[in-house]
Structure formats: C-alpha cells, structure tokens
C-alpha cells in the first residue's frame, strides 16, 4: 500500500468550490483522524475564461485541468460539482464517492419577487444553461432570456438591474453559501427538470490509487450512487453535454426508482418529457427505457 505524508485535494477556486471541498475534507478528517490532506486549488479552463459562451468550449471545462493533475500526480483526489463532469471520465480515473445530494431544484430570482406565471411580458432573464434556455422558452415564451456567466455571487449581482432583471439557478448551491434568502421561487423538478448530478459532489480519484479510494469510502451515499447512474446513464445514451437542451433527474420512491427526462430543441418549440418507475436496483434498465421512451416519441 503507498504512504504519502499529506492527501492533496483538487479543486477550483471559487467559493462554493471551496465551501464544497471543505464539506468533504472535514468528512475525511473525522474519519481518518490520522492522515494530513491538503486543498490545491487549480485554474480551470471555463474559470479562465470567464465571458465567453460555454456552448463553444466543448465538454469538461470546469474539470479537465483538474483531471490532468490528477494523473500527473500533482494532486491525488478531485471534488467535482457532478454535473460538470462528464460522463465518459479519462482512462485511469473513476468516482470513488458520491456525496449525499442536496436540493436538486432550480431556483429563480428577480428584482420584482415574482413567480415566473407573475412576471410581466418582456422581462429579462440571464442564463447561460441551454437547458434552462430551452424551459423558460417553452414555458413562458414571452419573457426575454439574456446571457449571465460567472460564479453565483457575481450572477446575483449581475441579474439584480446591471445585465438582467432575474436569473435561474441551481438552488444547492445558493443554500451552501447561506444565500437562500436570495431565492424568490424554488422551480418543480417535473417541469424545469435538473441536469445529472445537479446538487451532488463528486470525489475524483486515480484507479490505480486505492489507498486514497479507501479513504473516501465513508463518504459514499448509496442511494445518491443510485439515482445520479440513472440520470448519467440517460446523458451517455443521448450522447449529449453541456450544448444540449436535456434533464434527467432520478429519486427513489420506496423500492422503486423514478427517473424524469426532459429533451427540448434550444427555442423551446419543441420539447419532450417523460416519467419511468422501475426497481431502484436496475437504474441501467430505467435510463435504457426513458432514452427509448423519448425515441419513439421522435
């Protein structure tokens, strides 16, 4: 078994990257009381480049410099807000843990503190998701929905009059920097459903590196694993990433797993959702089913 002095963790800078990353540094301290870790933070390309449009820059931005000191050993275990990574991981890397999921929801808020049905004709939006495009389009064709970039404070801010009035959000993540009060509406996962992996934190970790992986053990949350292979499972079918209009969002109801997909054309003209239940020990077969259900669907 390999022995190191200290357990360095990978991360981006920002700060819900940051708080996330202590989430899980403290979960690893008490329990491994005697192993030192220590946060790098690393620059990623989709930090570094802050304005442009994340449809351009192709699939991983937000990991991929992670993932490369990974492998290069620079660091030996990566956390990841989920839905950034994608789903076909580089050779010699897997997820070692999956943390318990937070609120999978999107959230809205506004300078009116409206409801979405309640916001007048022609307000203005900010939101950089093609998923989110593609609902809100749908849904309430008659607002406006600008670009908005950046991390959440600088979103909040930005869309509070300076670029937009209002803008859509993952809701974990405002809740983790104790900017709930900031939510004007929590958004139904049944009509604006979530992204795979929206509200988990993901622990990255190389396959040859299993003293690090037995670490992280007592991290895993067993139905989180569940519900976010369905939702993943769906994205690989689909063959779709961070360009494509689509959710798909998995709980466990009893012993069954509930798995709704969402898949939209980017102005929202066209949309599709389903619903499959099946046993929440087949979440292979759930996204099998749910991809073929939109198939068939056209």
């Known amino acids: 078994m390999v022995t190191r ?8 800078g920002s700060t819900l990257a940051l708080l996330q990353t202590n989430m899980v540094l403290d979960k690893l301290q008490r329990c491994n009381p005697g192993i030192n870790f220590e946060i790098i933070k690393v620059r990623t390309y989709g930090d570094i480049n802050s304005t442009g449009s994340l449809q351009g820059m192709g699939l991983g931005v937000f990991v991929k410099e992670i993932e490369r000191q990974l492998l290069d050993k620079t660091i030996d275990m990566a956390v990841h807000s989920l839905k950034d990574v994608p789903t076909e991981l580089p050779d010699g890397l ?9 609120d999978p929801r999107d959230i809205q808020t506004n300078v009116l503190g409206s409801s ?10 900010g939101t950089s998701s093609p998923r989110r495009i593609s609902q809100v389009k749908s849904y309430y064709p008659e607002l406006n929905i600008v670009p908005l970039r950046g991390n959440i404070e600088t979103r909040l801010e930005k869309s509070s009059g300076v670029e937009c009035n209002g803008a859509i959000l993952a809701a974990a993540g405002l809740i983790r920097l104790n900017l709930g009060s ?6 139904s ?8 992996g929206q509200g988990v934190i993901a622990v990255e970790t190389r396959t040859d590196d299993s003293n690090v992986a037995t670490y992280l053990k007592p991290l895993e949350h067993y139905d989180t694993r569940t519900s976010i292979t369905a939702e993943r499972l769906f994205l690989q079918k689909l063959g779709g990433g961070c360009q494509t209009p689509m959710g798909a969002y998995a709980e466990i109801l009893g ?4 798995c709704t997909v969402y898949l939209g054309s980017p102005d929202g003209k066209m949309t599709f959702t389903e619903s499959v239940v099946g046993p929440m020990g087949d979440p292979h077969a ?4 749910a991809h073929d259900l939109l198939i068939s669907e056209g």
């Open 116 to 125: 979405l049905d309640s916001l007048p004709s022609g307000f203005t939006l």
């Open 5 to 12: 002095n200290t357990i360095k963790i990978g991360t981006r």
């Open 94 to 102: 897997q997820i070692s843990a999956i943390l318990e999921r937070h």
């Open 189 to 196: 996962t049944n009509t604006f459903v979530p992204p795979p």
């Open 182 to 187: 900031r939510v004007t509406e929590y958004l």
């Open 255 to 258: 012993d069954t797993l509930k």
């Open 286 to 289: 759930i996204a099998m089913k």
